[in-house]
């Protein structure tokens, strides 16, 4: 594949991606989506999630792993063996960007903590994910479903007379890659402008302070320790699924001109005039009183009844879905989820990148790779000499298995000659 087929802003940039399971991945995903060469560096027994199944696809792949690793070439290196080592090192000495997320200080015994990666590479970006950061919580196992605990989320999660719930989905991993992605992004934008590179220290506690927003921020700032409420909101009403004929529908009243809207709808404006549910403080303050009048005239239509007449006048709402019926609703709006990465026979169904781009629109020419798919290519790439003088090679590097060019970053020594 050549550059011109590779399109994307961030093409020419090479990623080496140290990053297993979700958040590394994650980020390192959503960059290769928009062009940039990201090289896999996996373990010979390759990424955890190859093996988190159910779910499956028909021939037996993790749909885990294929959900964040499309636009990816792979390599297995055992960092224990001297060759393998050696390797790793010089993809590191080569790359615009590292991304790692062993647990702090995991890789330094390699040389390939931030330390050891910036004495070859200067200019170097390195980032580094864990689950609480490199000082006091270094020692601690970076799992998502600790920071839902640790964090407080899940003290807010779940009925209010039942036990605290994990959020769908891990959460703080994808809102951790996100945030990663973000500082690669702003780093990048830094070096072109002075040309330092700098080490990025992301970690799944952080972007949870972070991600939690409100109920952080009601602590930080009020003084508040929140606490669970089901589906209600602490500071609106009516926030929540309610009741109808023949299910639950999410109405959502942000302010008191929806409110009237929906009472106008159910056909009781007299409770917009009434004066305890007026102005939202009331609402949320009298919800109790509130929740059965609205249910009680949402029962005499259907859930689908009420989304298209509330929708009609202004008034936020919508259905519960099950995942297909969201995806399927996504279809019908014209967002097209679904896309192709790869082609012919290996083109595997992923969901979109979620940003829309009116110049640079992402792209999908891989599959998520096979454990080691590229590594005789990617081998011999790093094993390449440069056979021009000192003073050639910053034009004259190799060009990298997806047919880009890296910058050669400043100041490095000519490649290592690793030898099986």
């Known amino acids: 594949m050549t550059e011109a087929e590779r399109p994307g ?48 696809t028909e021939d037996g792949v993790s749909t885990y792993f294929l959900a964040i690793n499309r636009n990816k070439r792979s390599v297995a290196l055992d960092l224990k063996d001297a060759a393998d080592l050696a390797l790793a090192t010089e993809l590191a000495r080569r790359a615009d960007v590292f991304v790692q997320n062993f647990k702090p200080g995991g890789l330094k015994r390699f040389g390939l903590d931030y330390d050891g990666v910036s004495a070859l590479n200067p200019s170097v970006i390195y980032a580094s994910i864990s689950g609480f950061g490199s000082g006091g919580g270094g020692h601690l196992p970076g799992y998502d479903l600790m920071v839902q605990a640790m964090s407080g989320l899940m003290s807010l999660t779940g009925d209010p007379a039942g036990p605290p719930y994990r959020a769908g989905i891990s959460a703080f991993d994808v809102i951790a890659g996100l945030h990663t992605a973000i500082g690669i992004l702003a780093a990048l934008n830094h070096r072109q402008r002075t040309g330092e590179g700098q080490h990025l220290d992301a970690s799944l506690l952080a972007s949870a302070m972070s991600g939690m927003v409100n109920q952080t921020s009601a602590y930080a700032a009020g003084g508040v320790v929140p606490f669970r409420m089901g589906n209600s ?13 023949d299910g639950e529908l999410i109405v959502t009243a942000g302010n008191d001109v929806q409110f009237r809207k929906l009472c106008e709808v159910l056909g009781a404006p007299e409770l917009a005039e009434d004066p305890r549910f007026a102005r939202n403080a009331g609402r949320t303050a009298n919800r109790d009183i509130l929740k059965p009048l609205l249910a009680e005239k949402l029962s005499a239509r259907s859930a689908a009844e009420w989304f298209d007449e509330l929708i009609a006048v202004g008034v936020p709402c919508g259905p519960i879905n099950t995942v297909d019926k969201g995806i399927a609703f996504a279809e019908k709006i014209g967002l097209e989820p679904i896309v192709s990465a790869g082609t012919g026979d290996k083109a595997r169904p992923t969901m979109r990148h979620p940003v829309t781009y009116s110049k640079t629109p992402p792209s999908y020419p891989l599959a998520p790779p096979e454990l080691d798919e590229h590594g005789d290519d ?22 990298s298995p997806g047919g880009t ?5 400043r100041g490095q020594q000519p490649p290592l000659d690793a030898k099986e």
């Open 378 to 399: 990617i081998r011999g790439w790093l094993k390449a000499r440069w056979q021009e003088p000192p003073s050639h090679r910053a034009s004259s590097q190799p060009v």
């Open 405 to 409: 060019t890296p910058r050669a970053p």
């Open 9 to 56: 802003p961030l093409s020419g940039l090479l990623v080496a991606d140290f990053s297993r399971v979700l958040a590394g991945p994650y980020c390192t995903m959503l960059l290769a989506d928009l062009g940039a060469d990201v090289i896999k560096v996996e373990s010979p027994g390759g990424d955890d999630t190859r093996s988190w199944m159910p779910p499956v």
């Open 233 to 245: 909101h602490p500071s609106l009403f009516p926030y929540e699924p309610l009741p109808t004929g």
